[in-house]
């Protein structure tokens, strides 16, 4: 049974994506059948679109159009609205939040406004 634990080394979601698009290589030819293949082909695809979830893309900000307001992100893959203080990932996707090259401050770009 499969035994999902939370402990031992790993390697970042790329490296791990790298090594089984390589595995293959090493696997003998005669047990790779159609259905192996299909079946490692799906398998692969999930990874892949389990560890894209993990690298964070920057929100889209809609700047304040005026002192007291504050700017507007949302998801950059899905357009959901964040909470920049609280949201680590989207809460409708699942996707990383970017930060970089944002204020530290969090969501108010307007910081000197009380
Ligand atoms: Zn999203």
Known sequence: MLELTNGG???SGLDAVEFFETLPDSIDDDLKDEAFCNEYGYALNRLRYEV???????PKVLKA??????DFYSCGACGF???ME????CPNCGR???RV???HEGASGNTNVL
């Open 9 to 11: 080394r790993c390697v």
């Open 52 to 58: 894209s979830k993990s690298i964070p893309i920057p």
């Open 65 to 70: 159009y005026s002192k007291g307001h504050k």
């Open 81 to 83: 609205s964040l909470r």
């Open 86 to 89: 609280i949201d680590k990932y």
């Open 96 to 98: 990383a939040v970017g």
């Open 101 to 103: 090259g944002l204020p």
